[in-house]
T-cell receptor
Framework: KQEVTQIPAALSVPEGENLVLNCSFT??????LQWFRQDPGKGLTSLLLIQSSQREQTSGRLNASLDKSSGRSTLYIAASQPGDSATYLC???????????FGKGTKLTVNP | GAVVSQHPSWVICKSGTSVKIECRSLDFQATTMFWYRQFPKQSLMLMATSNEGSKATYEQGVEKDKFLINHASLTLSTLTVTSAHPEDSSFYIC????????????FGNGTRLTVT
């Protein structure tokens, strides 16, 4: 059974700082891993999807990496802005299915 | 883009009543939609997979007679919480893929259900 863990649970940084969010998963037999952003009381916005055959994906100031052998993914945010403040969720597919298993998220606060 | 619309965004109901939540894919067809539940400070938990034209597949521990799912068309899935109780109060979110299993999952904005 897939389990996804995100560390840290919360992170507070000053504006302009580069930061890394961590995600680990127990079952390396994934189809893909996806990073989402969730604002308070809202649904999820898809940020990046990394397929199992890929090592990283980039979109603007965001870069996500995937290391299946170690069961880890990182989300790198460059030059953080107050508007980046949100909860970031990592989700990995489970055991040969397309079902996504979510971590509990990292709550990011970027201070002006 | 791929837009998933969920309605209502919030609902308050009394114990014992039923509540229907709609999930629509606005600009694409989705043969499969997913329903999640999120309790405060917890992660999203998959409740069931909704399949167009067939029965939904429920996750272990989710009562199929309590959480009725109907996927009547390629753009609409509904979740009905029957005989709601205060412990059913939660944030319910639907999602759908535009494309194959290696396509991103797109989410609705969620429905905050409060049962009094």
């Amino acid at each position: 059974k897939q389990e996804v863990t995100q560390i840290p649970a919360a992170l507070s940084v000053p504006e302009g700082e580069n930061l890394v969010l961590n995600c680990s998963f127990t079952d390396s037999a994934i189809y893909n891993l996806q990073w989402f952003r969730q604002d308070p009381g809202k649904g999820l916005t898809s940020l990046l999807l990394i397929q199992s055959s890929q090592r990283e994906q980039t979109s603007g100031r965001l870069n996500a990496s995937l290391d299946k052998s170690s069961g880890r993914s990182t989300l790198y945010i460059a030059a953080s802005q107050p508007g980046d403040s949100a909860t970031y969720l990592c989700a990995a597919t489970q055991g040969g299915s397309e079902k996504l298993v979510f971590g509990k998220g990292t709550k990011l606060t970027v201070n002006p | 883009g791929a837009v998933v619309s969920q309605h209502p965004s919030w609902v308050i109901c009394k114990s014992g009543t039923s509540v229907k939540i709609e999930c629509r894919s606005l600009d694409f067809q989705a043969t499969t939609m997913f329903w999640y539940r999120q309790f405060p400070k917890q992660s999203l938990m998959l409740m069931a997979t909704s399949n167009e034209g067939s029965k939904a597949t429920y996750e272990q521990g989710v009562e199929k007679d309590k959480f009725l799912i109907n996927h009547a068309s390629l753009t609409l899935s509904t979740l009905t919480v029957t005989s709601a109780h205060p412990e059913d109060s939660s944030f319910y979110i639907c999602s759908a893929r535009k494309g194959s299993y290696n396509s991103p999952l797109h989410f609705g904005n969620g429905t905050r259900l409060t049962v009094t």
